[in-house]
């Protein structure tokens, strides 16, 4: 515990300090006591290319033509900003007139093997028939029967049998 002269010690210097801060601010109220004021605090704010004409006038006041030098860089820079957006979008369209094309050529390309592939399937089928016809006329009925019976299958497969999505056959290999 501390002694009654340290104590006493202690509260002189906290006064001698509380004396020190109310001399150094006199306009302070008392404790205790209820101030009222008023206080007024104002804020602008400027958005665009160019600062304030307030700014700029004094910006040419200081070095003169400051302000036109500041206004045609912000013209400048917006013709330059309008010119790579418009490049942009140019580049962007003629990119998805390139996919467009390339799609109608891979469709004409699927439609060129659709197209071979039924011509050929029916010459297969046409030969099948007729050499099936031929030997039945020769008295061969089994091996007759076993080559009608091929194309006869094929087609009933592909009528009956769904097709597979493209995308779901990708994901499946």
Known sequence: MATPSKQQGQVAAQN????AVRSAFPQQPPIGSV??????????LYSGPV???DILQKFDTLVP???QRMIQLAEDESIHRRRMESAALDANINAQRKQLDIAASQNKAVFRSDLFG????????????AAAVYLAMIGNNVAAGILA????AAVIRAFFVRRIPAAQNAKNQ
């Open 16 to 19: 001698a300090t509380a004396s």
């Open 65 to 67: 033509g400051t302000a």
């Open 35 to 44: 101030q009222i004021g008023q206080v007024q605090a104002q804020s602008q």
């Open 149 to 152: 019976a091929m194309p006869t």
């Open 118 to 129: 039924q011509v050929f399937g029916l010459v297969v089928a046409l030969a099948c028939i």
């Open 51 to 53: 600062p304030h004409p």
